[in-house]
């Protein structure tokens, strides 16, 4: 806005001083032409009379013509072919003159005009006429000349100059004044809108922009509060949806398990056959159970209220670690990791970092190092297994709901749902920060998943 403004005002100040110098410039030249030429032929009219009487004094004449704006008047005598022309004038050269001009006077029956530039290289302005001298005087050739010096109006045309240069200045000063002014009323409420549309994206659904005094840009906020509203409705829905269905599904699966754990108490009465039939059924059921568990985890995480909270990051991942009962993981800090806070909610981020220890399980032998690194105004969480890895063709696509690896593939499809990444990825994205996995750094095989999250005050 500020440079199409800047731009905008210094095109029209350039046309503005094009236009307003060239008319300038042609009217001064104009009127200084006209005057100048009046006088010079109402100059060349008396000496054409004094031509006519017996012994023309030019000397006197000359002196006595009026001047326009500093001309010279010249008359240029010959009185043979042979013998070279006599100049009167009272202050001026003949050599100021130029050759060229004076021939083509000589040549012509009517008045001829050039512009040329003197020895100083000040422009002048000549008229020529020649003049018919009596048939009684000896003269052969008569010619009349003046001379105007044209610097008088160079000198007004720079100071035209000159001001006009300072009003584009000052014009684009101002174009780009208003620019500022008009940018900041223009882009204040625009980027509002972008910092709740950021802020939409982390999972405040409930962001809105306040309304402003300008009509146009209150269109704009009143549409914008409204599509959020209807996502945000949307979502909920979507949510309780999901939230409903597994809810319902919870207590038929309750009785199917606990006929099933009435079963595997006679299990000794069935057949083989029907023992490992029962075998399969209980081991889908606790798939089935987990996958209805993380779904009513995704729903809440989906619609649910977060808490924002001060927590010590270092604190929460060593109390996770330790709750997981897994020996021999120590948590290495980072020692400008030490005091790191991050606002966020303390049971999602608990069960980030612990549905990563339980992958580390799954597809490992669990994890090798669990690590909190500083990184400026965020900090890290690292896991680490010495495990198969995440191929790199997997490695985003082991983070969308539903979506399961190689390495699950290999272990059969007993265990796991695929929304245990979902769920780290959902939860660190609503707390402003985001989670990946690559190979791991020193080059041994294994996953080196990180989630990353913004330090407290600096989001
Ligand atoms: P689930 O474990 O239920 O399959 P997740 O979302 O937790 O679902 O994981 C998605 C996929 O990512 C897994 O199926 C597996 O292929 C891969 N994965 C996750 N953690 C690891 C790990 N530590 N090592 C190797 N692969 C992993």
């Known amino acids: 806005v500020i440079a199409s403004f800047t731009l905008g005002s210094l095109l029209l100040a350039t046309l503005l001083i094009l236009i307003t110098y060239g008319l300038g410039r042609s009217t001064l030249m104009r009127q200084r032409q006209d005057s100048s030429r009046d006088q010079f032929f109402a100059n060349a009219l008396q000496i054409q009379e004094q031509l006519r009487g017996e012994g023309p004094d030019f000397a006197s004449l000359l002196l006595s013509l009026p001047r326009v704006a500093g001309s010279e008047s010249i008359v240029r005598l010959r009185s043979s072919p042979h013998r070279p022309p006599d100049w009167n004038s009272p202050s001026v050269d003949s ?60 000198d007004t045309l720079r100071s035209l100059a000159i001001i006009l240069l300072l009003a584009a200045v000052l014009t684009v000063l101002l174009g780009a004044g208003l620019g500022v002014w008009a940018g900041g009323r223009l882009l204040q409420p625009l980027g509002e809108i972008g910092a709740a549309a950021r802020s939409i994206s982390k999972g405040h659904w409930d962001t809105r922009v306040d309304g402003v005094d300008d009509p146009d840009l209150n269109g704009i906020v009143r549409s914008f509060n409204e599509m959020a509203a209807s996502m945000q409705e949307r979502i909920a829905r979507d949510a309780r949806f999901a939230s409903d269905v597994s809810h319902e599904l ?123 690194e500083d990184h400026g105004d965020c900090v890290r969480v690292v896991v680490e297994d010495a495990g198969p890895g995440v191929s790199p063709s997997e490695r985003t696509l082991v983070f969308e709901r539903f979506t399961r690896g190689a390495a699950a593939r290999r272990r059969g499809s007993g265990d796991g749902t695929g929304l245990g990444l979902a769920l780290v990825d959902e939860h660190v994205r609503r707390h402003g920060g985001s989670s990946w996995v690559n190979a791991r750094p020193d080059g041994e095989s294994g996953a080196h998943f990180v989630v990353e999250l913004p330090k407290a005050g600096r989001r």
Do not use: C, W
């Open 95 to 154: 050599r100021t003159i130029p050759a060229i001009f004076i021939g083509s006077v000589l040549e012509a029956a009517d008045a001829r005009r050039m512009r040329f530039s003197n020895a100083d290289g000040e422009p002048q302005l000549a008229f020529g006429l020649r003049l018919q001298p009596s048939t009684a005087s000896e003269l052969q050739e008569v010619a009349y000349f003046e001379i105007i010096p044209l610097k008088e109006i160079n």
């Open 250 to 372: 919870r207590s038929p699966l309750m009785t199917i398990r606990a006929s099933v754990e009435v079963m595997q108490h006679r299990r000794d009465e069935l057949s083989e056959r029907s023992r490992q039939a029962l075998q399969l059924l209980s081991d889908d059921i606790d798939r089935f159970e987990q996958m209805v568990q993380d779904l009513l985890d995704i729903s809440r995480s989906d619609s649910g209220s977060m808490e924002s909270i001060p927590l010590n990051i270092v604190d929460l991942v060593v109390n996770t670690v330790s709750d997981f009962g897994e020996d021999g993981i120590t948590v290495a800090v980072d020692p400008a990791a030490t005091d790191s806070i991050v606002l966020g909610d303390k049971r999602r981020l608990h069960q980030v970092v612990a549905n990563l220890l339980t992958n580390a399980s799954k597809y490992a032998q669990g994890a090798t190092s669990v690590k909190v």
